[in-house]
Nanobody, 120 residues
């Protein structure tokens, strides 16, 4: 069994910062690409950022130069540093990871989601 546990969401004023964390645990052989997605009310879930296990990052245009994704491979943890937050960043943020289990099957897993609310 694999779990992704997120933390770090909350309420912040526009222009502020938050840092999200997501730790993978369980029956893990290796963790491949990790990423963050978000879903605002009434909208589809969208990509925010991804990072490969060798550190290559990819960002949605809407968050470039404001958000930074990073990871600690030793801890199977991915982070999202969010700066200069805007009200339109308000959403539930979900962690996602491609994880190879001990029986060498790779599946994508989702975290439970963490609410980020940016007030104007």
């Amino acid at each position: 069994q694999v779990q992704l546990v997120e933390s770090g969401g909350g309420l912040v004023q526009a222009g502020g910062s938050l840092r999200l964390s997501c730790a993978a645990s369980g029956n893990i052989f290796s963790v491949n690409t990790m990423g963050w997605y978000r879903q605002a009310p009434g909208k589809q879930r969208e990509l925010v950022a991804t990072i490969t296990n060798d550190g290559r990052a990819n960002y949605a245009d809407s968050v470039k130069d404001r958000f930074t994704i990073s990871r600690d491979n030793a801890k199977n943890t991915v982070y999202l540093q969010m700066n200069s937050l805007k009200p339109e960043d308000t959403a539930v943020y979900y962690c996602n990871a491609a994880i190879e289990s001990m029986i060498r099957v790779t599946l994508r897993y989702w975290g439970q989601g963490t609410q980020v609310t940016v007030s104007s």
